[in-house]
């Protein structure tokens, strides 16, 4: 069993695959490079996605083999999308591409409102005729939900309505804010942490993702 589910939040998925769980450990670790940071949240990602693309929508092509023709299963519909949340959500791009190396990648970039605390859209680039995609939303951190909740809510308003979410570390505050604000929206994470602290960052975390992907601490 590599999925573990909670019973009070309905909507997400901790993967607990071993090799998953053995990276995330080595992730975390405060002597960790930043190469091996940045290497460690592909490999991260790319087993996450295998788990939330699991449910993607197939039918079937006409191919021809070396040795006959028959309807071969291939997936349903336009390409996916993968929207990091800028900055620290571009480490997770590798890994979805790895599996998916035709979906499309969007972006959106959030910053906190000094004076309301809430999240503000400042970029926002999806491809055209997005409504029917199934977007992945990607963010290392699940930590107050705020991020996550306003790029659901940008996507939603623009029509979108598949959508699933993908982190590597949640909060309990975290999961119970987003599932509040979007029930529907699947996520999927390598571990439920224990708590926020009081300036908002997980424990016990990995410290700030961004950070350790770009080198800027």
Do not use: W
């Not at 999806?126 to 963010?139: E, G, L, T």
């Not at 979410?165 to 505050?173: I, R, Y």
């Not at 975290?174 to 439920?192: N, Q, R």
């Amino acid at each position: 069993m590599t999925i573990k589910q909670y019973p009070k939040f309905k909507n997400f998925y901790e993967v607990r695959h071993p090799l998953l769980q053995h990276k995330l450990s080595l992730l975390r670790d405060v002597k960790t490079t930043k190469k091996e940071f940045k290497e460690f949240i592909t490999e991260i990602t790319l087993l996450l996605a295998y788990e939330a693309t699991k449910d993607l929508p197939m039918t079937t092509k006409k191919i021809k083999t070396p040795l006959e023709t028959f309807d071969a299963p291939v997936l349903e519909g336009q390409k996916q999308v993968i929207l990091p949340i800028l900055r620290a959500g571009i480490g997770m791009v590798d890994g979805f591409l790895m599996l998916m190396p035709s979906a499309r990648v969007a972006h959106i970039g959030l910053f906190r409102d000094e004076k309301t605390l809430e999240p503000q859209n400042y970029y926002f680039k999806i491809p055209p005729s997005s409504k029917n995609r199934h977007f992945f939303v990607c963010d290392p951190m699940l930590a107050t939900g705020g991020s996550a909740i306003a790029a659901v809510n940008q996507l939603k308003k623009v029509g979108v309505k598949r959508i699933t979410f993908v982190c590597v570390l949640a909060s309990p505050e975290g999961i119970k804010h987003f599932s509040k604000e979007h029930p529907d929206v699947l996520v999927f994470a390598a571990s439920l942490d224990r708590q926020l602290n009081e300036k908002g960052y997980i424990l016990p975390g990995l410290g700030d993702a961004g950070d350790r992907i770009f080198g800027t601490k």
